[in-house]
């Protein structure tokens, strides 16, 4: 068989259940290329070679005695480091976590584990998956495998390298505002936020409450949308988890009938080369049989604004719970308890932490709540309202994932610019929709572009649908060279 | 301070008082709720604040919410949120507390008390539900945290400022209390910390309008430091005015904080409200509105049990008890389930009501017990009444049967009687007339007193003639005696 890297989750899980592959042999594999690339990369910041190898082990015994295995059995899956595995750091890309061994086990990863998957390790982010570029985790940038100068997008950065490196075949993500969509749009691979509320938050170390949704970045739409079928549970550890049955995913081949709508004035100043490659994707929808359709969606131009004030609000308070008291890292300087709060939060948040928690708690403030915060939520149930209005005529929206493909790193110092890389994955956050990032050709300069579709709350499924169809139709994903070829 | 013209003066007190309730689990978590336990035993991840832990509402606390909303009258909001009050203390597990801000479960609603014999009514402004904090223990050389209190539930009651004199504001919170203990939303313990009472006090000159500036006075443990932490604030703000009548009162009193000093009996200042606080509430993202129906409200309605205040009302109205004994039983729910049970066998709820709260209590107010913990029965108590109705024995000997009774608890006054020849009455005329015969002889000039109608002359013989058969003779056949032996004469 082609090596293990080169198989789609759900080829290499087949593989294996047919026993054309171990589960141990897989595991080495995955677990050799991460010891080879990571160096490089910096996609992984903790591998969990001995787990994973422990787990490998028993599939392969299990199977040895024909003993039922899991949707995930022996597809090594990444877990970003937001996302707790008991008795596994979880340093949220953080100095101040960099110590905490988590105490319980996200419902993600404990239904992936329970259907076999091979966790192999954690991956990098932003900070608290706060950035767009993965330049803000504390520990080191992870880089974008296309062009090791380029950013492979943030927050979920790590996640997306290393499934574009095929470090592992699957990994999940949080995103809040684009940290799913935007890398893997950036690294060339699919990646899905889910309708919000359809995977639990529970075990997720939580950024935004209201806009944080847990997904799967793969290779492939049908392994985001077995990752789906197996994430995609109701969770009674999180109340606002939809109380809904999980959903199984089949993929029709054409599109007809479909209506997709474009909000053109909201893409006004697009970049040529994006530009040019997302009427590309609107043609490879048409010749499937989609009709593209104009829609109004003038008021996501306050996206961003909206966004920054309402994420960094929630922020500001989820965050206040890293005081140095309970866990993480107490700074030794201090003295008193003021000491304590001060010195350790000091110490222990970078600067695109703190400036969004100062930020955040300004919105909340006495005398500026109304002006920021509660004016931001009114815009936000506006942006509801809007979309609510466009899908009563057309069934998905259409827009590209990001202003550009990945830049190099370094070369964006102003926060401001890098909060409009989000300008267009937020809205599907702050409307609670299913969105996904599917891979649609290169930009001027050889980097990946990304297709987004956004469907209404609870069509999780037909946006996969829509996506696959694209993705078949377009072929353009693909391994950056350097990868393509076996560790051994 | 007891020269203050406090006639001239008009307190204005409002309460905010914590209740926490007796569910079986936290209000977020599946934690115990659970008091006394070692430290940091009754936690999980979600009441110590772990990252990635997440909030589920518990239903029971907001069934017994909605109990006391419905015993209270308040209106009920079929849709309530909740909200993030953020402020850092290391016994606030996240840094901010889940509370209702904006729109709270409760609105309104009037509590009915006795103050001093006259019924009045307090209003209440709101009342919702939140999470309770951990608790900072000091030690020598540090301080540690208990989270086992973490994330108890809480409903917060806030009183309108109604309140108008120290026995007032305890009333009130008297009868919030029994309340709660009539649901059995809550145990109602102030020792423990289970209610929890805030008071915030102004003075004013009788008469005028608006509103001086106001202190809140914290954490009063018991009803008695409630009365008295009130009446010293009143007395200082009081002097402040007097003493000081050309400064502003914003200067005199500033908004603070201030705790009871039960040795000195002074409220001290703990901390100045230098500008208001800021909480920066906003909705909590990680729970959804506490949604409910007509229906469930119904139901709940349908099984209030019998509220404190109509008890109080039938124990005065129909069973004749004064309202200072009616209230004393119903402000202890137990005490006056107990009664409830005495009143099955004996029928006298006058005498019954006096020798719960007054013979009985008095009997082990040195031993720091109640009935109900000594382990008497009801039953024992109501027989003990009822063979004094009965003139099986005289009030004198119940005395020492209910002393023998607080000695063995357990022990049916029946049997105490039986076996001890003193405690049987003596009943037969035979026995008595010689002794009455005796007494009369004796004291000529009572008789004559009595015959001018000095009623005392009378007792007084009654007395003697007791007193020579050692209490046991029946009142009544001596009563009757001595009145036909003195007409005959």
Redesign the interface.
Known sequence: MKPFHLCSAIELRDAFLKGEASAVQIAEHFILRIEKHNKEIGAFLSVLGPRALLKAEALDKKRAHNKPLGKMAAIPVAIKDN??IQGEI?T?GSKF?KN?K???E?TAVRLLEEEDALLIGKTNLDEFAMGSTNENSAYFPAHNPWNLKCVPGGSSGGSAAAVAARLALIATGSDTGGSIRQPAGFCGVVGFKPTYGRVS??????F???LDQIGPLSATVADAALSMEVMGRHC?????SLDLPGESYTFPKNLDEIKIGVPWSFLENLKPDVRDNFNHSLDTLKSLGAKVIHIDLDILKYTVAVYYILAT??A??NL????G???GVRSRNAKT?ENI?EYSRKEGFGPEVKRRIMLG?YV???GY?DAY?KKAQKVRTLMLDAFEKAFSDCDAVALPIAPSGAFEAGSIHDPLEIYLQDIFTIPANLAGLPAVSVPSGYDSRGMPLGLQIIGPQMCDVPVLQYAHAYEQASRHMQIPPSYIGSSK | MKDLPYELWEPVIGLEIHVQLNTKSKLFSTAPNRFGDEPNTNISVVCTGQPGALPVLNKEAVRKAVQFGLAVGSKINLISNFDRKSYFYPDSPRNFQITQFENPLLVGGLVTADVNGKTMTFQINRAHIEDDAGMLKHFTSFAGVDYNRAGAPLIEIVSEPCIHSPREAAAYAMAVRAIVLYLDASDGNMEEGSLRIDANISVRPKGEKGLRPRIEIKNMNSFTFLEMAIEAEISRQIALYINNPQRAPIELIPPGTYRWDPDTKQTILMRRKESADDYRYFPEPDLVPIVLTESYIDELRSTLPELPHDRFRRYVSDLNLTEYAASTLINEKMLSDYFEEALKICKNARSLCNWITVEFAGRLKEKGKTLLDIGIPPAHLAKLVQMIEENQITGRIAKSVADEMVASPGMDPEAIVRQNPDYQPVGDIASIEPLVDQVLAENPQSIADFKQGRDKAFAFLVGSVMKLTRGKASPQVVNELLRKKISQK
């Open positions: 996302m707790h979880t949220c976590l905490y988590a105490p319980f996200a938050r529970y075990g997720l170390v939580a935004g409450s209201s009674p550890h999180d109340a606002t609000a929630e500001s308070t206040a719970r890293f005081d008291i309970r866990y308890l709060y708690t909340l403030s006495a709540q915060y």
